[in-house]
């Protein structure tokens, strides 16, 4: 019998540690090659490190919520064969390798930007990605299956799912360990989640309807939700912001882009955001240093030619930021069908890096939900944001008479060391030029 030692990868892009987010094993328990072991996190992504060989889990290191540098053990496997360990070592020494690297890691990157989660998954192209719950691969034999059917969790063991189904159940507020699992080694999968909401949801018989209620949960705040929080900590700490609101007639603007949407169905539909996009465009050019990343570091601010619009969307894990590079190069309806490009692969997890980073001005918006006012967080090194409150009817005084009109506030925050008050005022006062004589956006 031998000794295989897992250790922390290096995931490359200056990481020198990793936090434990979940464990998937515990000592004592048998696994297969390519069974998730444990799910790390670094500042853009969550990895779930998948067995690189079958054995007995021997030794476990470090608590969730615990950060591990690189090359630092995780997991001891008693295997057969040889090992990269010696045997007769507990504890083996830091210096002996980790052995080839996992065959495939699944991504899950995120951007804190305007005070959410955005996140995604993101496949890298390797030849051999991980086993899902329920998955199974045919080998070049035809060897079938390489998972069998369910099975079920040992009692007092800690629940298995993979961080898809652990980011729904702390969304919906689910305590994993009350779900029974149905997959391999007891573990939880989307449909046993479906399953136990479906049995919640059954009214309950034997509690009034105003009952006390008592006691005090305790959530610890890792992974993800970490991530974001000390991204926007570090944007709150290091920028003196400031915000400034303004309300927008967008009454003509409603009223051209239905003509648009009407006179060129064959078009890509036009929703708001795109009229938004080209009048960011039209101010930057005249308030270049609002487009722009602050190296606090060195003291150099970096003005960007290219305006690289990050644009927050919704998605089923939470709201993502994905970047419309080179927005200025774009007319209305290539705005509206790269928009929706990314948006599609955002809800899908298809998204890459490059799609989800490098924006240089953010736009944020909640539709419907987004009130009347707001006071959005700078997507840090930027030094704006715009933010979109929403369309409402509302009596205003235009041409001398009251009347009926569709009213817009723009909610945006800026980097006091850099944009000062008159130049934030004149940078909004321009985008409501352009919202409220909307033709011309079509010829800017």
Do not use: C
Not at 8 to 30: K, L, R
Not at 100 to 105: L, Q, Y
Not at 193 to 218: I, M
Not at 339 to 364: C, K
């Amino acid at each position: 019998m031998g000794r295989y030692v897992v250790k922390v990868p290096d995931i490359g892009e200056g990481m020198t540690e990793a936090e434990i987010v979940a464990w998937h094993v515990s000592p004592g328990q048998e696994i297969r090659e390519e069974d998730p072991l444990v799910d790390v996190m670094t500042d853009k992504a969550t990895v779930e490190l998948p067995a690189p060989v079958a054995g007995t889990v021997i030794a476990i290191n470090g608590k969730v919520g615990e950060k591990r540098p690189v090359g630092s053990e995780l997991v001891v496997l008693e295997i057969i064969g040889e090992g990269n360990v010696a045997a007769a070592s507990p504890h083996p020494p830091a210096a002996v390798a980790a052995g080839p690297p996992s065959p495939a890691v699944r991504e899950r990157e995120s951007i804190g930007a305007i005070g959410t989660a955005p996140e995604t998954l993101v496949s890298r192209p390797l030849p051999n990605p991980p086993l899902l719950a329920g998955e199974g691969r045919v080998g070049a034999a035809g060897e079938g299956r390489r998972r069998a059917g369910p099975g079920h969790r040992p009692p007092g063991a800690k629940p298995l799912a993979s961080p898809a189904v652990r980011r729904r159940a702390w969304d919906l507020g689910v305590e994993l360990q009350f779900i029974p699992g149905t997959g391999p080694g007891g573990r939880i999968t989307q449909p046993d989640l479906d399953a136990y909401l479906a049995a919640r949801a059954q009214p309950s018989s034997g509690l009034p309807a105003f009952a006390r209620r008592d006691g005090v949960e305790e959530v610890p705040i890792i992974g993800l939700r970490r991530a974001i929080a000390e991204h926007l900590q570090q944007s709150k700490r290091h920028i003196p912001h400031f915000s400034y609101i303004e309300e927008v007639d967008v009454s003509a603007l409603e009223e051209l882009r239905d003509q648009l949407n009407t006179t060129y169905p064959d078009r890509e539909h036009l929703t708001l955001l795109p009229f938004l996009m080209r009048a960011i465009v039209s101010a930057v050019a005249e308030h270049k240093q609002v487009n722009a990343r602050y190296d606090d570091e060195a003291g150099v601010l970096h003005i960007h030619h290219a305006v690289h619009i990050g644009v927050a969307t919704q998605t089923e894990g939470g709201l993502m930021v994905p970047v419309v590079h080179h927005a200025e190069a774009f007319d209305l309806w290539q705005s509206a069908t790269e928009l929706r490009r990314l948006a599609a692969a955002a809800r899908a997890g298809t998204a890459t890096r490059d799609e989800l980073t490098g924006s240089t001005i953010t736009l944020t918006s909640l539709g419907a939900l987004g009130g009347v006012a707001a006071t959005p967080v700078i997507n840090y090194p930027e030094v704006a944001i715009v933010g979109v409150n929403r369309i409402a009817e509302r009596p205003v005084v235009h041409q001398g008479k009251i009347a009926i009109r569709k009213m817009m506030n723009l909610s945006s925050s800026f980097d006091h060391r850099i944009v000062d008050g008159w130049e934030a005022a004149s940078f909004i006062q321009r985008i409501k030029q352009s919202l409220e004589q909307p033709a011309l956006l079509l010829i800017a």
